[in-house]
T-cell receptor
């Protein structure tokens, strides 16, 4: 059974305090690892797809990396507007997504 | 270009009532999906469709039915609602062979 686990469940940061979110996965025939951002009361918004170990992608203050067992979402000098829940998901050989429980990020000014 | 839209946004049902949630997409995507999101459980796939007229079961299909009569619409039905179906429901769509799924804004359903 495919499994995706995110940690921590919640993270409080001061504005400018860099940190990383972790996503551990066991996904059969992993075809890709996704990161989404979800704001309260809204649907998940696509951020990145990573396809192979060693791959990195960046968008503004966010950088996603992938190893054979984990993915990390690094947040550099976060701002209050980065506060959201960040979801990761693995897609298996059958094109089905398995989501982690998410990390709720709160950035205080 | 509205992307993925869902109606209604909110609904309260009594146990045993039925309802249909509508998902529409204007991106000409082949694949469509219904998920439910519960606290601490993440998003779980209910049913999905890989094209007009086709549907398949996901991880948690019991108590739900779906139909894809038109390419742009994917309907999720609850024939006899139960309190365990209280959740936020999300629809998503994607092009064939593409991994990125685009999500709608969600429907918050409460079953009393």
């Amino acid at each position: 059974e495919d499994q995706v686990t995110q940690s921590p469940e919640a993270l409080r940061l001061q504005e400018g305090e860099s940190s990383s979110l972790n996503c551990s996965y066991t996904v059969s025939g992993l075809r890709g690892l996704f990161w989404y951002r979800q704001d309260p009361g809204k649907g998940p918004e696509f951020l990145f797809t990573l396809y192979s170990a060693g791959e990195e992608k960046e968008k503004e203050r966010l950088k996603a990396t992938l190893t054979k067992k984990e993915s990390f979402l690094h947040i550099t000098a976060p701002k209050p507007e980065d506060s959201a829940t960040y979801l990761c998901a693995g897609v298996n050989a059958g094109n089905m997504l398995t989501f982690g429980g998410g990390t709720r990020l709160m950035v205080k000014p | 270009n509205a992307g993925v839209t869902q109606t209604p946004k909110f609904r309260v049902l009594k146990t045993g009532q039925s309802m249909t949630l509508l998902c529409a997409q204007d991106m000409n995507h082949e694949y469509m999906y219904w998920y439910r999101q519960d606290p601490g459980m993440g998003l779980r796939l209910i049913h999905y469709s890989v094209g007009e007229g086709t549907t398949a079961k996901g991880e948690v299909p019991d108590g739900y039915n779906v139909s894809r009569l038109k390419k742009q619409n994917f309907l999720l039905g609850l024939e006899s609602a139960a309190p365990s179906q209280t959740s936020v429901y999300f629809c998503a769509s994607s092009p064939p062979g593409a991994d990125t799924q685009y999500f709608g804004p969600g429907t918050r359903l409460t079953v009393l």
